[in-house]
């Protein structure tokens, strides 16, 4: 054991010799960098084939292809205090979607929604349009929520939290789950 008398008799360097190896004990695996590229990944047995499940935190959503399997895709997500969290049912699925913020939307930010401020502009479907490739319209008890899993036109807000509560994927990846997924199928995001 070093004791205080050692370190005084022999110095800091004799103190560093002991404490060097603590900082690696401690250390711990650094995680695998945030990667939004479709990858097959094991999942907790808990989510059933045909689910999806969104971790926002880690910027993922998951749609359960087997026991135990899963797709997993980078998503960008909610602004804090705008994110969705809990179960919802995809009920509407769209092809290049039609797009109108939300009047709290609007209000929030006037500014950046200023062509639907006191009219009913309806933005077509498209490559400027936000919700981009496809949409995947999230439904509670029959209720649309206004939340989406759906592409964007800003590929490089994937892996980040600036939406108004949607969940984003890039183009591509939004087009691959659309096929995949059927209506009814249940998402969950904890």
């Excluded at 370190?7 to 945030?34: N, Q, S, Y």
């Excluded at 989406?148 to 590929?155: D, E, F, L, M, S």
Aim: charged share 25%; aromatic share 10%.
């Amino acid at each position: 054991m070093i004791s205080r008398r050692k370190i005084l008799r022999f110095g800091p360097a004799a103190a560093a010799a002991v404490l060097l190896p603590l900082p690696a004990l401690a250390r711990k695996k650094d995680p695998a960098p945030f990667d939004p590229t479709p990858q097959e990944v094991r999942i907790r047995k808990d989510f059933a084939p045909g689910q999806i499940l969104v971790l926002p935190r880690s910027y993922y959503l998951y749609f359960v292809t087997d026991t135990r399997k899963a797709v997993r895709y980078g998503v960008g997500v909610g602004k804090a205090g705008l994110e969705f969290t809990g179960r919802a049912v995809i009920e509407r699925k769209k092809v290049w979607p039609t797009w109108r913020p939300t009047d709290e939307m609007i209000e929030r930010d006037p500014r950046a929604y200023a062509k639907f401020v006191d009219n009913d502009y309806i933005q077509p479907g498209g490559p400027d349009n936000p919700l981009g490739a496809r949409a995947l319209y999230l439904f509670q008890n029959g209720i649309d929520t206004y939340f989406r899993i759906h592409g964007t036109n800003q590929p490089q807000t994937i892996g980040h939290s600036v939406s108004n509560g949607c969940i984003r994927m890039m183009n591509d990846h939004v087009m691959d789950l659309y096929e995949r997924v059927p209506l009814g199928t249940v998402v969950t995001v904890l």
